[in-house]
Every structure is written in C-alpha cells, then in structure tokens.
C-alpha cells in the first residue's frame, strides 16, 4: 500500500530522461561546439559554459525550431513515460524535477512526453527565448548575489540538498516516504538528506555510485538500477 504522503524526486539528464540535454542539443545541431565544450570543461562553471556555447550556436544560424526539434527527438524510455503516468494514477505520489538543466529544455521535452501535469515543482535554471530566438541561459543562484553555502560539492549555479530542503519546507508536513532518482554526482548532496524509510534510485552509469561508494553516510535505502525499465518495476512492485 502506498504511504500516505509520498514524495518522488527526479532528476532530469540521464535520470528521468535517457541523454544529457545541454549536450545533445549542440551534438544534433553544432557538433564542433559540443567539442569546445567537452575540450573546456573544468575551465569554466557549466551554466555559463552552456549559454556561451547556446550563443555561439545563435550567431552561427541554429534557430530556435532546430534547438526544439532536438530535444523532442532525444532519447527518452516509455518504460518512465509509463512508471510516471502510472504511478501518478494511483494517487498519494508528488513528483518533483530537480535539475540543473534548464526550464527550457526540460518544458518542450516534457510537454512531448505528456507528463507536465505530473509534477508539482520544476527547480532547475532559468531560461527563456529572446525575440532573436537565442536562448538565454541563467544560473538558478545568480552570480551576483548571495550563494548557497553547499560544503559537499554542488556546483555554483544550485545546491541540490539545499533546493530540497526548502521544497520539504514549501510542502510541509514531511513526506512519509521520498524517493530520489538520480544518476550524477551532483546527486549525492541531496542523497544524504534521505532518511532510513527513504530511497535512493542510483543509475549505475553515472557518477553518484562512484561518491556513494567512496564516501558513503547515506541513511536511505540504495537501489541500483541501468534501464528505465527497472525503475518503472520499482514504482509499480515498491512504491504502489
């Protein structure tokens, strides 16, 4: 049986969705940009790296449709259309997107897919098309004002742990259980906020079970997985 308040987090690149949208984009459409940015990596913080290279590819004639079209054909499994849907359908379960893509990004593809309505928040970086049609690219915390104080390694642009944190405080009471779906290291922040009746859906292809294995302190429950196929039979067998 279902708790009675339950909480899924998703996170969005190579979590919910089955590519990395900040890079697929430039690879469908600007192939050398998606190798200045693989050659700069590092050097620059990531948000700022993107609406740079999000420039570059507007002044070299990729429109807005181009940009659009991409993400609408990226990578996404039915099986997590379906295990959302799903899971959704059978009451009791808020869905929040937790990314630190875009607003942009993640709207076109999850308006393709059917699934807005499914969740309750989208917390990721702001971003919106100008009447050029360049997309222009923000940090959720912006640069010139106060910062997060994240000491586990979050990027400047948003604190995960911090972001959920004060999305339990919007939708209080606390949840009776949350699950966390997750993939890249920039998880793990907001990984070790679960407590013991949590979960933790960790893809084992990124670098979340690479932390969780070298730091370890999580409270949560860790369930591995690779295919979304595994975490549609998650939320169908566990979590209904």
């Known amino acids: 049986m279902t708790s009675l308040r339950q909480l899924v987090v998703f996170d969005f690149d190579w979590s919910m969705a089955d590519q990395d949208t900040d890079r697929w984009v430039f690879e469908v459409n600007a192939p050398e940009i998606r190798r200045w940015i693989e050659d700069n990596e590092g050097?620059?913080?990531?948000?700022?790296?993107?609406a740079q290279a999000l420039r570059d590819a507007h002044a070299r004639g990729v429109t807005r449709a181009q940009l659009e079209n991409a993400l609408r054909t990226m990578p996404f499994h039915p099986a997590m259309?379906?295990?959302?849907?799903?899971?959704?359908?059978?009451?009791?379960?808020?869905?929040?997107?937790?990314?630190?893509?875009?607003?942009?990004?993640?709207?076109?593809?999850?308006?393709?897919?059917?699934?807005?309505?499914?969740?309750t928040?989208?917390?990721?970086?702001?971003?919106?098309?100008d009447p050029s049609g360049l997309l222009v690219l923000r940090r959720r915390v912006d640069p010139s004002g106060p910062q997060h104080a994240c000491k586990v390694g979050c990027s400047a642009?948003?604190?995960k742990g911090e972001e959920l944190e004060a999305f339990f405080a919007r939708h209080a009471p606390t949840y009776d259980r949350?699950?966390?779906?997750?993939?890249?290291?920039?998880?793990?922040?907001?990984?070790?906020?679960?407590?013991?009746?949590?979960?933790?859906?960790?893809?084992?292809?990124?670098?979340?079970?690479?932390?969780?294995?070298r730091e370890g302190g999580l409270k949560c429950e860790v369930v591995y997985w690779t295919g979304a196929w595994e975490v549609e039979e998650v939320f169908k067998t566990r979590l209904t």
């Open 43 to 50: 050097k620059i913080q990531f948000t700022d790296m993107i």
């Open 81 to 119: 259309v379906r295990g959302i849907t799903n899971l959704k359908a059978a009451g009791n379960t808020t869905f929040f997107c937790l990314s630190n893509a875009n607003s942009v990004y993640i709207d076109v593809i999850l308006k393709e897919k059917g699934l807005i309505p499914m969740f």
């Open 121 to 129: 928040e989208i917390i990721t970086n702001p971003a919106q098309w």
């Open 157 to 159: 642009n948003m604190c």
């Open 178 to 213: 949350v699950v966390y779906v997750g993939d890249g290291s920039n998880d793990f922040c907001p990984a070790l906020r679960l407590r013991s009746q949590d979960m933790l859906l960790c893809r084992t292809f990124g670098g979340l079970h690479k932390r969780i294995a």
